[in-house]
């Protein structure tokens, strides 16, 4: 795998990371929260519609979380952008392992919650954010 494709794929995992962060941002509004609660009712399989945003305390998580996953994600493609070329390896190992450790905190907080189903949804966003992420990049 080459060294651009690989750069590329960053830029995919930043848009990933931060693609959640408006959903939970609209989340914070009562008005416009039906993103977010569709995108929790989906990660807390079935689809019931128990999931709402209508508590101050649930709304300001959200704010914290949209906030945290556009940071993030922002945050990965300035390293792609600014820092890669520096040092590939190094972004590469970077990102990997914010991405599983994500992955992996995340996923147990939601079987200890109750939520194990989306353990099974952070697999698939985790196969997606890595991609070829798992093997180090070749010129």
């Given at each position: 795998?080459?060294?651009k494709f690989?750069k590329?794929?960053?830029?995919?995992?930043?848009i990933?990371v931060a693609?959640?962060?408006p959903?939970?941002?609209?989340?914070t509004?009562?008005?416009?929260a039906?993103?977010?609660?569709?995108?929790?009712d989906?990660?807390?399989?079935?689809?019931?519609?128990?999931?709402?945003?209508?508590?101050?305390?649930?709304?300001?998580?959200s704010?914290?979380?949209?906030?945290?996953?556009?940071?993030?994600g922002v945050?990965i493609?300035?390293?792609?952008?600014?820092?890669?070329?520096?040092?590939?390896?190094?972004t590469?190992?970077?990102i990997?392992?914010?991405?599983?450790?994500?992955?992996f905190?995340?996923?147990?907080g939601?079987?200890t919650?109750g939520?194990?189903?989306n353990?099974?949804f952070?697999?698939?966003?985790?196969?997606?954010?890595?991609?070829p992420?798992?093997?180090?990049a070749?010129?």
């Amino acid at each position: 795998m080459t060294q651009k494709f690989q750069k590329f794929w960053i830029g995919i995992t930043a848009i990933v990371v931060a693609s959640f962060a408006p959903v939970f941002f609209l989340g914070t509004m009562i008005s416009t929260a039906s993103p977010a609660e569709w995108t929790m009712d989906l990660l807390s399989w079935p689809l019931d519609g128990v999931e709402n945003f209508k508590s101050p305390t649930t709304r300001f998580l959200s704010a914290l979380t949209g906030g945290f996953l556009f940071g993030w994600g922002v945050c990965i493609w300035f390293l792609r952008k600014w820092v890669y070329d520096k040092a590939p390896e190094e972004t590469r190992k970077v990102i990997l392992y914010g991405i599983l450790a994500w992955f992996f905190l995340d996923s147990l907080g939601s079987i200890t919650s109750g939520n194990s189903i989306n353990a099974l949804f952070n697999i698939i966003i985790l196969l997606v954010a890595v991609g070829p992420l798992w093997r180090p990049a070749k010129d």
